[in-house]
């Protein structure tokens, strides 16, 4: 049991980049999530989805396109990478509200 | 909105000392609360959570937090500390969204 699977590890981008964060989770959970974690910054809400083709904005949407085709996949899209998006990203899914977030291992992204 | 804060960045214990890290929270009712704890380069991972009920909470790795409406906290606590309970840790609140909203956490060192 994989739990939440998260690629790629590490990835430096230029300026004006584009790229996809892939999360994939193998518990059947309807609710996904993808945060950000600043340095002592906690780690802020980007976008969650609460069941497949269902997504909705978090605290820090601007720069990020999410889909959910399936249950399994829920991918972060960054079209024009800027500098600010420099940051370790997190997605982590739930079986249903309040239940326990079970969280990937991140990715680290390095924004040139 | 709600919000949680953290007000220790560092805390240095040494190993088997207690400890005890605190949360505040400030919100008009009860919100759901949870602590995390992230070790260096992974993901978090679910320490314990309070919905209702008894107000001190037993969670895994021989962690415990108190519920104190009258001040608004959600402190942790352990007996004694161990080597491997260095890490970063965050409270978590969340209330109508069930959206957990993530304080910025404290750094734990622990001296052997």
């Known amino acids: 049991n994989a739990g939440v699977t998260q690629t790629p590890k590490f990835r430096i981008l230029k300026i004006g980049q584009s790229m996809t964060l892939q999360c994939t989770q193998d518990m059947n959970h309807n609710y996904m999530y993808w945060y950000r974690q600043d340095p002592g910054m906690g780690l802020k809400l980007i976008y969650y989805s609460v069941g497949a083709g269902i997504t909705d904005k978090g605290e820090v949407p601007n720069g990020y396109n999410v889909s959910r085709s399936t249950t399994e996949d829920f991918p972060l899209r960054l079209e024009l990478a800027a500098p600010s998006q420099t940051s370790v990203y997190f997605c982590a899914s739930t079986q249903g509200a309040l239940e326990t977030q079970y969280f990937g291992p991140g990715t680290r992204l390095l924004v040139l | 909105a709600q919000s949680v804060t953290q007000p220790d960045i560092h805390i240095t214990v040494s190993e088997g000392a207690s400890l005890e890290l605190r949360c505040n929270y400030s919100y008009g009712a009860t919100p759901y609360l949870f602590w995390y704890v992230q070790s260096p380069g992974q993901g978090l991972q679910l320490l314990l959570k309070?919905?209702?009920?008894?107000?001190l909470v037993q969670g895994i790795k021989g962690f415990e937090a108190e519920f104190k409406r009258s001040q608004s906290s959600f402190n942790l606590r352990k007996p004694s500390v161990h080597w491997s309970d260095a890490a970063e840790y965050f409270c978590?609140?969340?209330?109508?969204?069930?959206?957990?909203?993530f304080g910025r956490g404290t750094s734990l060192i622990v001296h052997p």
């Open positions: 309070y919905f209702s009920g008894d107000t």
């Open positions: 978590a609140v969340a209330r109508g969204s069930y959206i957990p909203t």
